[in-house]
């Protein structure tokens, strides 16, 4: 669909049905120009192609995704993420894991994208949380302190 669109640095998906689409083979194959893409709507329940969905999107750092975004029905997955190597989500880009196994946003590359409730302040052992991120979805290391607004627990919060 977007194969070899280098010019693109960013594509907002989210309005796009997925929900019968079978292949999403080569979908975003050398999008090098691509740093972030939003399939925070894309439903996977049906897919079972997503070979070389991302191979080579080389300047690409953050997919949005949420639970709609399933692996159960893929029976081929090589190279989905080879050549990524900006990406960052749960965790940084390593060359040996590039299939649909990491395709989700508590164990692999994905960012939880997703609705936030209310902004508190932050006091006590709240800030030993583990799930902190910056405001653009990443993943801030653990019993981060970082000043201003943060996302904690799935709640947007302001450290002091």
Same mark, same amino acid.
């Given at each position: 669909m977007f194969s070899g669109c280098s010019g693109l640095t960013s594509l907002n998906?989210?309005? +796009?049905?997925t929900e019968n689409v079978k292949s999403m083979w080569q979908m975003f194959y050398k999008c090098? #120009?691509? =740093?972030s893409l939003d399939l925070s709507n894309f439903? =996977?329940?049906n897919v079972t192609d997503m070979s070389d969905m991302f191979w080579y999107c080389s300047g690409l750092v953050t997919i949005y995704a949420?639970?709609? +975004?399933? =692996?159960?029905?893929v029976t081929s997955s090589s190279s989905m993420f080879d050549g990524c190597t900006s990406l960052v989500g749960a965790i940084s880009y390593?060359?040996?894991? =590039?299939?649909?196994t990491y395709a989700n946003y508590t164990t #692999?590359? +994905?960012?939880?994208?997703?609705?936030v409730s209310g902004?508190?302040?932050?006091? #006590?052992d709240e800030r030993k949380a583990t799930e902190t991120y910056d405001l653009s979805g990443r993943r801030l290391p653990a019993g981060s302190q970082q000043?201003?607004?943060v996302i904690r627990n799935g709640k947007v919060v302001y450290n002091k």
């Open positions: 998906l989210s309005s +796009f049905n090098s #120009g691509l =740093t439903n =996977t329940a949420s639970d709609l +975004f399933t =692996t159960e029905s390593d060359p040996n894991k =590039t299939d649909a #692999g590359y +994905f960012t939880l994208k997703g609705n902004i508190v302040n932050v006091y #006590g000043k201003g607004l």
